[in-house]
């Protein structure tokens, strides 16, 4: 029987997924029955993707830095060569770097842009074209709290991120009624690698933040699963241009 969120043999690519909110993704794509492949900047995806075959699912490792645009094609490339077709793509790599705004180095700025935009950008196109010939695909990007604040100190992820909203919405104009499904997510405060310098229980902004989470507590990967398969299902074939956070409460509050 036709189940709504039955992605049973679809074929996804995750970048990121190496580690944090992506690797749980990828994580949760598999257990669903996909058939993934992680896109990470070093030797590391080959040993994750082998982790995950040991236990079972069908995974494949793409090395590619995507903050050149060159790499960024060829990474497209290598996925589709090892998964011969794509229904979900989900954009789940990302950076983050610090600096008050008036001194914020333009070398960051590039980094940050490159790696958390135009990255996304080209793999949303890149996967339009190949899920508009059969007029089915479903893309997730990761958005984030920072798609709706400004932040502090953090300009280029904040101008990036805001981005990521806007192209999302774009996109999902120009595709939805050829069957392409473009959204996002849009986490709270997770626990991740990315969040390392925050994540000191001693310093006052984890504190702040922590009071302002309704749910009491950071989110981790697990909490992105649920919204990442229903996205990749069926039961959001209506729902486009969404930004949904994913953050126990805390943009409403
Ligand atoms: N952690 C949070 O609180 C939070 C909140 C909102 C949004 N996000 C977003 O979620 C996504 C995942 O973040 P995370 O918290 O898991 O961070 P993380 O640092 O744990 O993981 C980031 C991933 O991106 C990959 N990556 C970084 N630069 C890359 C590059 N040049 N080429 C290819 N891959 C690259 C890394 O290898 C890693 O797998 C990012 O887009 C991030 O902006 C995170």
């Known amino acids: 029987m036709h189940s709504l969120f039955d992605i049973e043999g679809k074929k996804a690519i995750v970048t990121g997924g190496t580690r944090g909110l992506g690797y749980s993704m990828a994580e949760g794509l598999m257990e669903a029955g996909c058939e993934v492949a992680i ?6 995806v080959y040993e994750v993707a082998d982790e995950f075959c040991k236990k079972g699912f069908r995974c494949h490792g793409v090395k590619a830095d995507l903050g050149k645009r ?3 094609y ?3 490339a290598d996925c ?3 998964l011969g077709d794509l229904d979900i793509l989900v954009n789940a790599h990302g950076i983050q770097r610090r600096c008050s705004s008036e001194a914020f180095p333009m070398q960051d700025w590039d980094d940050v842009i490159n790696v958390n935009l135009n990255s996304v950008f080209i793999l949303c ?14 893309i997730i990007n990761i958005a984030s709290m920072i798609s709706f604040f ?6 280029a992820y904040a101008a990036a991120k805001g981005g990521v909203a806007q192209v999302t919405k774009c996109m999902s104009n120009d595709l939805m009624a050829r069957g392409i499904n473009v959204n996002a ?6 626990a991740t690698k990315m969040n390392e310098a925050l994540l000191d229980p001693e310093n006052p902004r984890y504190q702040e933040i922590t009071n302002r989470i309704p749910a009491k507590r950071w989110g981790s990967g697990e909490d992105m699963k649920g919204t ?6 069926h039961a959001s074939d209506y729902l486009g241009g969404a930004v949904i956070p994913v953050d126990g409460g805390y943009l409403v509050k």
Request: with cysteine; hydrophobic share 40%.
């Open 125 to 138: 196109q890149e996967a339009a074209k190949v899920m508009l010939k059969k007029g089915y695909g479903k």
């Open 80 to 82: 589709m060569e090892a």
């Open 150 to 155: 400004g932040g502090q100190t953090i300009p």
């Open 185 to 190: 997510i849009a986490p709270g405060y997770m």
């Open 39 to 44: 896109v990470g900047t070093s030797d590391k």
């Open 74 to 76: 060829r990474a497209f």
């Open 228 to 233: 990442c398969i229903f996205l990749a299902s």
């Open 70 to 72: 060159e790499q960024v």
